[in-house]
Structure formats: structure tokens, C-alpha cells
């Protein structure tokens, strides 16, 4: 799951908001913002923006292509070898 989608979740949460009351207020549909939370889609440029501006920030439209998981052993490894990918 990417980071945005997770941070959408989190913003809704915690302000006991509904995906159909944010939507509204993106001016998206409520299957669309579903999509994006579930990490199926990622939002148009413009959109996530949008996101950006009605969350005051907490999620980012980089946040978006950030994956939300910790980096890989081989990874780590590598950057303590002073590799990089």
C-alpha cells in the first residue's frame, strides 16, 4: 500500500469522517476515493492536490508514490556497502 493511501485512511479515522464526506468535499465519487485508499489507483495530479488542500496537508501528493513498507534486507546491505541502486 502506498503511503498516501494509508494516510488518507488515517486522516478519516481520525476525524471520524466518511469516504462519502470526503469525497463530496473533493469533489470526486465515492468509488474513486475507495480505489485510491485501497491502493488500486493513484489519484490524478490534480486530485491529489485536492487531497493535499482538504487534509491541510497530512497527506502530500508525493505521499502517493511512496510505498509503505521498510526497505528490503538487500537493500539495506547494500547501502552499508556504499552501493546504491
Do not use: H, W
Not at 481520525?14 to 489519484?43: C, D, F, H, V, Y
Not at 491529489?48 to 508514490?65: L, Q, S
Request: proline residues 6%; glycine residues 8%; aromatic residues 4%.
Amino acid at each position: 500500500m502506498n503511503l498516501g493511501a494509508k494516510r488518507i485512511r488515517e486522516y478519516l479515522e481520525k476525524r471520524e469522517m466518511t469516504q462519502e464526506g470526503m469525497a463530496t468535499a473533493l469533489g470526486t465519487t465515492p468509488a474513486n476515493l475507495s480505489r485510491i485508499i485501497n491502493g488500486i489507483q493513484k489519484p490524478a495530479i490534480d486530485l491529489a492536490v485536492r487531497i493535499k488542500d482538504a487534509t491541510n496537508g497530512y497527506v502530500m501528493p508525493e505521499d502517493f508514490v511512496k510505498e509503505d513498507t521498510p526497505p528490503s534486507k538487500m537493500t539495506i546491505a547494500r547501502e552499508e556497502n556504499g552501493f546504491s541502486v
